[in-house]
Nanobody
Framework: QVQLVESGGGLVQPGGSLILSCAAPGSQYSIYNIHTMRWYRQAPGQQQRELVATITSDGYTNYADFVKGRFTMSRDNAKIAMYLRMSSLQPEDTAVYYC?????????????WGQGTQVTVSS
């Protein structure tokens, strides 16, 4: 099993920045068993999570239009960890942010989620 844990959320003013982290502390599996990693978010009152950013095992990234140019996703190639650097935050970015990772090799077919971290953008 891979337990993902997010951190870095909080309250920030419009125009501010935050860095979210997601890791699997104590995991017995290496990063080589993880393929695509993603960040999702779920805004207040919304029933579904929306995809924010994706990064593949070879480092290719893709972003939702509403965060392009403001958010940057990265991953650690030595351990199971991913990051989301968020800048120029706006109130509409307020949401619970979740990390997600797809397994490969011995973890093929499995997908793992974190518990979420709250990001609130408000003055």
């Amino acid at each position: 099993q891979v337990q993902l844990v997010e951190s870095g959320g909080g309250l920030v003013q419009p125009g501010g920045s935050l860095i979210l982290s997601c890791a699997a502390p104590g995991s017995q599996y290496s990063i080589y068993n993880i393929h695509t990693m993603r960040w999702y978010r779920q805004a207040p009152g919304q029933q579904q999570r929306e995809l924010v950013a994706t990064i593949t095992s070879d480092g290719y990234t893709n972003y939702a239009d509403f965060v392009k140019g403001r958010f940057t996703m990265s991953r650690d190639n030595a351990k199971i960890a991913m990051y989301l650097r968020m800048s120029s935050l706006q109130p509409e970015d307020t949401a619970v942010y979740y990390c997600n990772a797809d397994g490969t090799r011995i973890l093929r077919g499995r997908s793992f989620w974190g518990q979420g971290t709250q990001v609130t953008v408000s003055s």
